[in-house]
């Protein structure tokens, strides 16, 4: 079974805005969960944390999660702004790691930012929660030709 890791936003001003956060990761990970992939949500394993470490100590043991996974898949609406996610998505990249972008504008906004980037439904044949589908099942031997096959 394949790991995806699940990135976007967890601080906010308030902790109502925290728990928001918390749970758009928390729902997107069942949705990853649906379709056959195993969501390794950081959020929830870490909700009633805050503040009990520092920053730092989170963000490294967040990337340590990372490293473990198949893949990465960035939260719908919240990724853009959060600091972690950037080194997350730069961490991502850095492993040759698969990126799942929550649609056609994150994957112009990565591919601009980082050109080596690729995204997984650049093809225009699969989409959103379809490719994670694909993804979460193929037996390819690589990432490459697992995208080659689409």
């Known amino acids: 079974m394949k790991l995806v890791y699940i990135a976007g936003a967890f601080r906010g001003p308030?902790?109502?805005?925290?728990?928001?956060?918390?749970?758009?990761?928390?729902?997107?990970?069942?949705?990853?969960?649906?379709?056959?992939?195993?969501?390794?949500?950081?959020?929830?394993?870490?909700?009633?944390?805050?503040?009990?470490?520092?920053?730092?100590?989170?963000l490294d043991g967040t990337l340590a999660l990372l490293e473990r996974c198949d893949a990465i898949a960035l939260v719908p609406g919240n990724w853009e702004e959060s600091g972690g996610t950037r080194g997350e998505i730069e961490r991502a990249i850095d492993l040759s790691m698969p990126i799942f972008t929550p649609d056609e504008t994150a994957d112009r906004v990565l591919e601009r930012q980082h050109p080596a980037v690729h995204v997984h439904y650049r093809n225009g044949e699969l989409h959103g929660l379809e490719s994670i589908r694909h993804f979460a099942v193929c037996n390819a031997c690589s990432w490459r030709a697992c995208c080659a096959a689409l």
């Open 14 to 58: 308030t902790p109502w805005d925290v728990e928001q956060n918390i749970r758009k990761a928390e729902a997107f990970a069942l949705e990853i969960a649906r379709v056959g992939a195993m969501p390794v949500c950081p959020h929830t394993m870490t909700r009633y944390f805050n503040g009990q470490l520092d920053d730092r100590f989170w």
